[in-house]
């Protein structure tokens, strides 16, 4: 009996030797499918439409997303260029390419609702991505963008937080107008003029679809908890909290509690603080909120010093997006799960993967 490829093998046709696909009740042999030996027009041909419309979909992405050269997309998917040109150019006739893919990329269907059934989620979008060691920011961020496209709409409410995903999906959210659109930062920002600043990120987010920003002015850890208080209760700020009851929908990411997270890197977080909270059982955090891996805050005083929206308060927004991904926040982005209970997850097909794996 022969033996079906592997799902990633879908995408890979220069590795399909000596396979037979069924088509239409027959056998069509398929012995050494390479691009050396096999002209792209009867490749093309030789494939069922689900594997064409598949592999179509990965050089697009691979071409649109990825910013990889057509000699590249040729390398990686074992074809020759001419081939990816005719991929390319057929995607463009079938108007499958605008800020991000719209094909659609089968082999992460049974991931995607594998992640929503056994969390509860309403909708898992996955980012496919064609180096699993690369950085996904790119391609989950380019998800997230193409999902912010179709969604916003008038009259909506939504409270943003921030980090490196969050602000590399501007360059992929295709702004227009609308009416009565509020956006609405969910923690406070930093002293200096940062790329990542939390304020930064919601003004540009607001200003994408002509809308309101709401800004906290305040930074994002204070010194104490008594600081908090004083802020909260004599300047203001509290009226910016309470608009947060009345949001439509949440966009946070997570971020991990290595050296390389953005929180450390900014100087939010000192070494002894990030070694206590290690020590308290933190894996990340959610807007400053520090949890472990079932989700639940550890006691620990940064918690208390933070100028954020708090979880329960956010678990009551309808509509709640965690965006995140990547090898250095799979804990944390379980206990995120757990304590948002999020309505959609956007992350890349290997964290979905590495979820599903550490759920089990």
Known sequence: MLTPPKPWQAFWPGSWRNYSLARRGG???CADMTKENTPARTFAEMLPQTDVDRLRARAVWLYFVEGRTQSDVATLLG???VAVVRLLADARRRNEVRITVSAPLAELVKVERALEERFAINHVIAAPVSDPTADPVKVIAAAAGAFINR????GMSVG???GQTLYNTLPFIAGRTLD??????????????RRFNPAEFAWQFAQLFQGDGFLIPAPALVDSAETKHALLERCGLAEIFQMADHLDMVLVSVGGISTITTSYRLGHLSEPERRSLVDAGAVGDVLYNFIDAHGRLVDNQVNGRAISVDLPQLRKTPERVLVSGGPEKIRALLGAIKVLEPTVLITDEVSARALLEQQN
Request: net charge positive; no cysteine; hydrophobic share 50%.
């Open 27 to 29: 056998m069509l042999k």
């Open 79 to 81: 074809l020759n260029r």
């Open 160 to 162: 943003v937080g921030w």
């Open 180 to 193: 009565d659109f509020r956006v609405v930062s969910l923690l406070g920002g930093i002293s200096a003029a």
């Open 151 to 154: 969604t916003m709409q008038s």
